[in-house]
C-alpha cells in the first residue's frame, strides 16, 4: 500500500472516530431534553394546584383592623337592622319585637376557636349576671345547620336560647367577613357598641357597657 492510500485510511478511520464520539457525547443530552420536554409537556396538561398565601406569615393587626371595619356594614349610632330568627329549640324571635330591652346580638360558629372562648363566659356573666333586667343575650349561628349546633350544645352542655342563620342572611345585614361579631342593641333600637373578634378585656367592657344601658332604663 502506497503512503498516500495509508494517509488516506488513516483519515476515514479518524473521521469514524470522531463521529462515534460525538455520537456517544450527543445521545444521553438528545434524550435528557427529550425526557425533560416530556415532563413539561405533562405538566402543562395537567391542572396547576392554586397558589395559597403562606398561613404562617405574621399579619399584621393594623391591617386586620382595616379589614374588619371594612367588612362592617352596621357601625355605633346605626340602627339595627330588623330580622326575624328562627331558635334552637323551635319559635323565633323578632329584632323589633325586643324593642325597650337591652340586647346583644351576637354571630358566632362552632368552628371559630375565638367565638368558643367568648361564649364560655356567656352564661355566668351576662345570662346569671343581668337575669330580671331587660336584658337579651341573642347569639345567632353564622351559616351552619341545626344538625352541627346541635352537636356543639351536647359537646358543651350549652342550654341557653341560641338562633340558627344557616343561609347568613341575617349575618349579611351586619357584616360581609368576620366573626365573632357583637353588636349591641339599645333599647331604642340603636346600635350602642359593635365590636369584631374576641379579647378578654375587650368583653370585659362590652359586660360594662350593659350594665350601664341597664342601668339607665331604671
Known amino acids: 500500500m502506497t503512503a498516500k492510500k495509508r494517509?488516506?485510511?488513516?483519515?476515514?478511520l479518524l473521521v469514524l472516530a470522531v463521529g462515534v464520539a460525538l455520537l456517544v457525547w450527543l445521545l444521553p443530552d438528545g434524550e435528557q431534553r427529550r425526557e425533560a420536554r416530556a415532563v413539561a409537556d405533562t405538566e402543562l396538561a395537567e391542572p396547576q394546584p392554586e397558589v395559597l398565601p403562606d398561613a404562617t406569615a405574621e399579619s399584621d393587626p393594623l391591617d386586620e383592623a382595616a379589614q374588619a371595619a371594612a367588612a362592617t356594614l352596621v357601625r355605633a349610632g346605626d340602627a339595627a337592622p330588623d330580622f326575624t330568627v328562627s331558635l334552637f329549640d323551635g319559635g323565633s324571635v323578632r329584632l323589633s319585637d325586643l324593642r325597650g330591652k337591652t340586647v346583644l346580638v351576637?354571630?358566632?360558629a362552632t368552628w371559630c376557636p375565638p367565638c368558643r372562648e367568648e361564649l364560655t363566659r356567656v352564661q355566668a356573666e351576662l345570662i346569671d349576671r343581668f337575669e330580671g333586667r331587660d336584658f337579651v343575650f341573642l347569639p345567632v349561628s353564622r351559616g351552619e345547620t341545626r344538625e352541627t349546633v346541635a352537636r356543639f350544645r351536647e359537646q358543651t352542655g350549652y342550654r341557653f336560647p341560641m338562633g340558627l342563620d344557616p343561609e347568613q342572611t341575617i349575618y349579611k345585614m351586619y357584616a360581609t367577613n368576620?366573626?365573632?361579631r357583637n353588636f349591641l342593641v339599645g333599647p331604642d333600637g340603636r346600635v350602642?357598641?359593635?365590636?369584631t373578634g374576641y379579647e378578654p378585656e375587650e368583653f370585659d367592657a362590652l359586660v360594662e357597657t350593659i350594665r350601664k344601658s341597664l342601668d339607665k332604663q331604671q
Request: aromatic content about 24%; hydrophobic content about 60%; cysteine-free.
Open 178 to 180: 368576620f366573626i365573632p
Open 7 to 12: 494517509n488516506g485510511t488513516l483519515w476515514i
Open 192 to 195: 350602642i357598641v359593635a365590636t
Open 106 to 108: 351576637n354571630f358566632w
